[in-house]
């Protein structure tokens, strides 16, 4: 039995309403339940409001499992010629809204465009729009609102200070 890295963290407001943060690390038996992690997490967020006299303004939990196996490395001619700011956006509309929201991918493969457009009918794009819409429900945006229809692609390219450094050093 393995255990899983949980990151707790809330962030607090002083009385002039100046935000910081607060976090804890642990490690929790594999085979706890959301449910489990949830109520810990309610226990932590008690016992730090005992010793403060700021308010919670938000708490979340992030559990870091160990890599599924089967990812491709960070090797080979794919992987060297990746760029991050090639970004893929997928934009899908909510249920009960009528915003969008997208899932951004970064380094978006070669493989999965198609005059110079993300190719809907791939494989790989079909399989991930597939995911994320069925079951419905599982996936949503940040306000817990289910994704209920893709609508569009768009190529994107997008500034990373990192990228810039490393193209103003290549110079």
Known sequence: MA????????QIVDGLSIPASVSSYLSLPDSAT????????????????????GAFTQVQATITPTLPTGLKPPTG??????????????SFSLTGS????????????SSVISAGKIDFSNP???????LL???TGYFTN?????????LDGLITFRKYTQLRKRSMVAK
């Open 124 to 130: 790989d794009i079909i399989a991930l729009v597939d």
């Open 142 to 150: 940040p306000n817990q609102l289910s994704l209920e229809a893709v």
């Open 133 to 135: 819409l069925n079951p």
């Open 98 to 109: 009528t915003n969008r929201w997208s899932i951004a991918a970064p380094t978006l493969s």
């Open 34 to 53: 959301l449910a489990q992690t949830a109520s810990a997490l309610a226990v932590w967020a008690a016992a730090v409001d005992g010793v403060v006299d």
């Open 77 to 90: 001619t794919a992987w060297a010629a990746s760029e991050v700011a090639k970004t893929g956006l997928i």
């Open 3 to 10: 255990n899983l890295g949980v990151f707790y963290n809330g």
